[in-house]
């Protein structure tokens, strides 16, 4: 499940427009908004922000990151929820707003949430995505796997470093990316056949090499 959707400027990560409606039936917001602020400024790093997709386990969360132009595009979901389908969300939330905004509108943002009108958008998208018996004839699942398994989104971790006076959230990304792994194919027919064609090709050529060693052996010993 999704339970929260925010885009923001990548250049300064001023938010733009996020999910509004995520208040509890006592009124009470059932979003951490200040984690949520957190977590941004300790993973989308001023200085360097993220150029590929990327993830962030924390509690019973997982955050996902999509950079997208001039744009990060970010989902908060239960860790049940299938990673292809909060990619694809975010890919599809990503189209629709550079669709409907373009650069200068984004640059010309002055004030966080500048753009929250965008919500009327977020919300019939994340609720579809929350239904995913809804998306057979939609998304192609395939291809997004695909797309997922030759370019793995990274992890990334936040740990606390303790300190005399304070406690320093940072960012340690892995030395290595994660995401699905690559699943072996049968070979083809073509492939097989080329195979076959190779082995008898080394073959071929190591019993021409013994003929012309043994041809060679013959004539050093009649010259003997």
Known sequence: MILYALILRSRDLL?????????????????????????????????????????LRLNDRIYYFLPCLNIICMAMCIPSYPQVLAY?????????????YDRHKVDQALR???LIEFDTTIHPIQQMYN???????RINLAEITRDITLDPPQEVFIIEENDN???????????VRVGPLPT????????????????????YSLVS???MWRSWSSEVLLLI
């Open 15 to 55: 938010p733009l427009t996020s999910t509004t409606n995520y208040q509890c039936s006592n009124g009470e917001s059932a979003i951490d908004l200040k984690l949520i602020n957190k977590i941004v400024k300790n993973v989308l790093k001023k200085t360097d922000p993220p150029k590929n997709k990327c993830f």
């Open 88 to 100: 694809s969300f975010l890919e599809e939330l990503a189209g629709e707003f550079t669709k409907k």
């Open 112 to 114: 966080p949430y500048n």
């Open 131 to 137: 239904k995913p018996q809804q998306l057979t004839s």
């Open 165 to 175: 006076k304070t406690h320093a959230p940072r960012v340690i990304p892995p030395t």
């Open 184 to 203: 072996l194919e049968p070979l083809s027919f073509i492939d097989k056949t080329s195979l076959i064609f190779t082995v008898c090709l080394i073959f």
């Open 209 to 211: 090499v013994m003929d």
